[in-house]
């Protein structure tokens, strides 16, 4: 048996949105897949190229991947992968050569990638007709990857005279070889829905003389070898951690600006948070803060009916710039009353290193001025004021 692919395995479409990494990781775990299987030859697909020489040889090296592709050549036309190979079966030789079609309406998606990576596809008939002799006369059977989709390989077919062209980059599915011309065509599809089976007959020449095969459906169930298997479960299971890593950042940053948000409308009650957010720190402090006056200077000024006097509110509320006017009469109830942020200044500023004490008798007077507060003395208020 003979083992053979078409091409465009590792799928690299610059265009769709996966990331670059992923689909080198991907590349890697089929290439040690495919290892697993023991191809005799895997021809090179402009999808497969995009990848780049380095990677597919790197790949190739650590994988023992028989890649075979005679018309992807560098700048100076030197092949980039072994055009063909020989293999050898009950001593029948069989050639395998691989081919890609250089036409823009097949290489476009990866067209800049190819460029990039100083990767031309010459003339596929041309490059053919260049190994053939040599091919024709180191082997008894010639086979063509044929990476080119229908109408080029029979064109090939019919200009080149190989035995068998197995139909890459095409998802057109025959059940069973045809002869084509001289050739008999192969094709199993796409997606590797199908696994294509041909078996030939040789006369004593060496010649074909019968041909039979099936273009046999891939099922999830069946024999199954646990490596290759296993690699599968491997990879599942990195990108399933991934995405989930990728949600988690994205609610983690969702959580930042609801966050920055919240800090965003604090700064619009001038950064005050409320006597409420240093209570389940500062319990006791808290306790004997609800006890002075100034806990309930709010309600003082609505016993008065001036809670919505601008000249009024500045002082009997927290964290108002303008002590003797305010601009805005909707005083959110968070900063109703005297409250600690008043004396300390914002929780913004929060220390644990005395500078956030604060309070003296200069910040007193922002309000206990004469006309409010005409018998204000300091060492005295601070004895039952404070808290
Ligand atoms: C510059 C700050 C400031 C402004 C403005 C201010 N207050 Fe006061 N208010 C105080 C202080 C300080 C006290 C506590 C005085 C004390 O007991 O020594 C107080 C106490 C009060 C009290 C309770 C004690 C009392 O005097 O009956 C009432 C009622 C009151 N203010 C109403 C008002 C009204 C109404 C206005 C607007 C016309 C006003 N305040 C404007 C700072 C101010
Ligand atoms: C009227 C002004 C004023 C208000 C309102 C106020 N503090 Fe204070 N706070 C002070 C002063 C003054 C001191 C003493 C500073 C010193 O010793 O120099 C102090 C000290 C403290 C201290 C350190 C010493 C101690 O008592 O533990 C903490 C903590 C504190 N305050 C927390 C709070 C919290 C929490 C609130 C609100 C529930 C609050 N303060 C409300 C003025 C105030
Ligand atoms: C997460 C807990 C926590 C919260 C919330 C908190 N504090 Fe504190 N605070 C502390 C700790 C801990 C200290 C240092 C130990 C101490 O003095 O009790 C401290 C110290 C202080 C001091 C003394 C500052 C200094 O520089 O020594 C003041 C004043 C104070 N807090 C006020 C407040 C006010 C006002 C709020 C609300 C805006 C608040 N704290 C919220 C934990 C908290
Ligand atoms: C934001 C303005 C403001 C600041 C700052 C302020 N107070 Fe007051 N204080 C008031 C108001 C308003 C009242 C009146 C509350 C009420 O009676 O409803 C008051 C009442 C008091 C009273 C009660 C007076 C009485 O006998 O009725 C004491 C004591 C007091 N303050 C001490 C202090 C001390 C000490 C400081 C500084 C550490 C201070 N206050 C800072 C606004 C302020």
């Known amino acids: 048996m003979i083992v053979c692919t078409a091409g465009d395995i590792f799928e690299y479409t610059p265009t769709n949105r996966t990331p670059w990494a992923e689909t080198e990781r991907k590349a890697k775990y089929m290439s040690q897949a495919l290892g697993l299987m023991d191809y005799d030859a895997i021809a090179l697909g402009e999808k497969d190229l995009a990848f780049g020489t380095d990677l597919l040889q790197g790949y190739a090296d650590e994988y023992s991947l028989p890649f075979v592709c005679a018309n992807a050549v560098d700048p100076d036309g030197k092949p980039l992968f072994e055009p063909y190979r020989i293999v050898e079966r009950d001593g029948v030789k069989v050639a395998i050569m691989g081919l890609v079609s250089p036409e823009r309406h097949i290489i476009a998606q990866v067209e800049s990638e190819l460029l990039g ?44 005279g190989f035995d068998v062209v197995i139909v890459g980059h095409y998802p057109a599915v025959a059940a069973a070889p045809e002869k084509v011309g001289n050739a008999i065509f192969c094709q199993a599809g796409a997606k590797s829905d199908r696994f294509g089976t041909l078996d030939l007959t040789l006369n004593d020449a060496n010649e074909i003389e019968k041909f039979s095969g099936d273009a046999v459906r891939l099922l999830l169930k069946g024999p199954q070898n646990d490596e290759i298997h296993e690699l599968g479960q491997e990879l599942d299971r990195i990108e399933k951690e991934e995405r989930r890593e990728a949600q988690l950042a994205s609610q983690r940053e969702r959580e930042k600006v609801q966050q920055e948000k ?35 200077a709010f309600a003082t000024l609505a016993e008065a009916d001036a809670w919505d006097n601008p000249d009024c509110i500045g002082c009997h509320v927290t964290g108002a710039a303008d002590k003797h006017h305010v601009m805005d009469v909707n005083i959110a109830p968070e900063i109703w009353n005297v409250q600690c942020e008043e004396c300390h200044g914002s929780g913004l500023q929060h220390a644990r290193d005395g500078s956030y004490l604060g309070a003296g008798e200069a910040t007193c007077r922002k309000c206990h001025d004469p006309d409010n507060s005409p018998e204000f003395d300091y060492e005295l208020y601070k004895s039952y004021g404070v808290h």
């Open 117 to 160: 990576k100083k990767i031309r596809i010459d003339d596929p008939s041309e490059v053919a007709l260049k190994y053939l002799p040599q091919m024709r006369e180191a082997a008894d059977v010639l086979v063509l990857l044929s990476h080119t989709g229908i109408e080029t390989s029979e064109f090939l077919s019919e200009d080149l």
């Open 262 to 296: 919240a800090v965003a409308t604090i700064h619009d009650r001038n950064g005050i948070f409320g006597a409420e957010s240093c209570r389940s720190c500062h319990q006791p402090v808290y306790d004997s803060w609800l006890a002075t006056p100034h806990a309930t």
